[in-house]
């Protein structure tokens, strides 16, 4: 576990030191939970919500975007249920002045114990070595029995008393657990409180009388009450989908692992309206694609799970998260929920316009249901920039620092790099950069030794490196090496724009989806 977070620390610091991703206003020593993207990481970034876009909207005929206000009329969020439930339970350790969420400290309690039964599993399997049974083991060893039984018995308790809103029991699971405050080892808690996670602000001037309105705290409520605009104007048939990409803001009480929980972070979500009673035929079907649209990436399909809610939200009759393997264990990076037809009925209520859809097929009318799959933008992009990090050991004995980047996800895809700065290879290597730039991200680098600048190249993750030599300018062939491999093959110029395209295409990513 220390090795694991030893590795995220060098990855964030990594993302720092070649542009990815730098804290808010670092020198004003920094805005907790907010984080900009730097030269390379707003490439990347870019380059992720481009893949999720096209998926979306060019291979499903059916989907359309729009590009929703930030702000909305604050009726909306009544509606929705935001002003009055979404709330994290908080909790205060009076001792350290730390605040947390009770419910996250209960779940890292559960998740205490299911590393200690791990912990006896892996010992044992140890000890008893290629007879080991790993099912009787768990179903007969008295520590592991007691320990399963403890986590179950809370694992019911907690569930119990979130569904219940019980701040008061969830305080008392915290003392009974004798869950300690990590920063003071005490066990001085508050009671439990409701936090709402809203930004507020102001619009208009008080002269006027102003009007508080929030931040969106996601860009889902933009896609309801645009889809009378959207299904008339675009004359679309159930079932069709709305797109969208853009910032969301929560007012989180514990921001921690760097982009993973953000206070201003972006979203990627996307409402499919289908027939009432077909629900969970399309959440199933949504289910698979999502995970497709993952796995095309080729990061390693054992690095993802789903995580199917067995809390739901009142309006939810199916909940799943896709899970990714951080270094700091596996984690929510999307959520797919079946939200019946709640978000219509209830604009439909507070509005007073009437929010339907005639089925011609059915010849009645109805509120549409939907499925919503819901991606954060920053913790695909962490997701994919811990995959892809890696200090790979050489057979010279040297390390190098490389990004193993989805090619296509690269912010930059080639480096074109003179051998030496004259003889007139600057100048040629400048001619391929003027022919490749039309199509592809390409760097021209010239200081330092080759070797030094095929390093920085790992390092940010550029798939292709284009060496010019003197043999350039006799024969128009240039050395091409390859990020992953580190080959190196001699290839016409002519042959640059062809070999790259086929690697690094959003194209070739989305031919898998099919
Ligand atoms: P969590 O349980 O981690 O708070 P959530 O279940 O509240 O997440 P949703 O409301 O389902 O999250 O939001 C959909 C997606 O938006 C999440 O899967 C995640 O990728 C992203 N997301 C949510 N909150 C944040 C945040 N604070 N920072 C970055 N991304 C976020």
């Not at 860009?219 to 009450?225: D, K, R, Y």
């Not at 009318?365 to 919503?372: G, N, Q």
């Not at 050489?394 to 051998?419: D, I, M, S, Y």
Request: net charge negative; charged share 30%.
């Amino acid at each position: 576990m220390a090795q694991q977070e030893d590795v995220f620390k060098k990855i964030v610091s990594h993302a720092k030191e070649y542009g990815f991703v730098f804290p808010s206003s670092e020198i004003y020593d920094g805005l907790s939970a907010v984080y900009d993207y730097g030269q390379n990481g707003v490439e990347l970034k870019n380059n992720i919500k481009r893949y999720w876009w096209d998926a979306m909207t060019l291979l499903h005929e059916n989907i359309v975007g729009i590009d929703s206000a930030i702000f909305m009329h604050p009726t909306i969020w009544k509606a929705s249920g935001h002003v009055d439930a979404f709330n994290d339970p908080l909790i205060d350790n009076r001792d350290s002045k730390k605040r947390y969420r009770a419910d996250v400290l209960i779940e890292d309690q559960m998740a205490k114990y299911d590393e200690k039964i791990a912990k006896e599993v892996a010992k044992a399997a140890k000890r008893f070595g290629e007879a080991f049974d790993e099912a009787q083991f768990r179903a007969t060893n008295g520590r592991v029995l007691d320990l399963q039984a403890r986590r179950d018995a809370l694992h019911e308790r907690f569930s119990k008393a979130m569904n219940d809103n019980d701040l008061g029991e969830l305080r008392q699971i915290i003392v009974d657990e004798e869950i300690v405050c990590p920063i003071s080892g005490t066990k001085n808690w508050t009671e439990v409180r409701q936090f709402n996670l809203m930004f507020k602000t102001e619009m208009g001037s008080t002269a006027d009388g102003a009007m508080t309105v929030y931040l969106r705290p996601e860009t889902a409520q933009g896609i309801f009450v645009n889809y009378l605009n959207v299904q008339k104007t675009g004359r679309m048939r159930i079932p069709f989908g709305i797109a969208q990409i853009g910032k969301a803001f929560r007012n989180e009480i514990v921001a921690r692992q760097f982009i993973f929980r953000m206070r201003e972070f972006e979203q990627m979500e996307m409402q499919f309206f289908v027939r009432p009673g077909e629900e969970l035929k399309w959440f199933a079907q949504w289910k698979e694609w999502r995970l497709k649209w993952h796995k095309a990436l080729g990061m390693g399909d054992e690095k993802y799970r789903y995580h199917d809610h067995d809390k739901l939200a009142h309006y939810a009759n199916a909940a799943t998260d896709i899970e990714f393997q951080m270094p700091f264990g596996f984690k929510e990076v999307e959520g797919i929920h079946s939200r019946t037809n709640f978000d219509l009925s209830q604009h439909q209520k507070f509005s007073g316009k009437k929010i339907e859809y005639f089925d011609p097929e059915l010849n009645q009318s109805y509120t549409p249901y939907v499925i919503e799959t819901s991606i954060g933008v920053d913790r695909m992009f962490l997701s994919v920039l811990c995959s892809a990090y890696d200090e790979e050991q050489l057979p010279n004995g040297e390390t190098r620092t490389v990004l193993h980047l989805p090619a296509p996800l690269a912010p930059v895809k080639c480096a074109v790099l003179p051998l030496v700065r004259k003889d007139g290879l600057p100048e040629k290597a400048r001619e391929i950069v003027d022919e490749l730039k039309f199509d592809f991200a390409t760097h021209y680098e010239e200081k330092d030794a080759i070797g030094k600048r095929y390093r920085r190249q790992d390092a940010i993750g550029t798939p292709f490196c284009i060496t010019v030599d003197h043999q350039t300018l006799e024969d128009n062939t240039v050395t091409l090496r390859e990020r992953d491999s580190m080959e190196q093959t001699r290839v016409s110029v002519d042959d640059l724009h062809k070999l790259i395209h086929d690697r690094v295409s959003l194209a070739s990513l989305l031919r898998k989806l099919r």
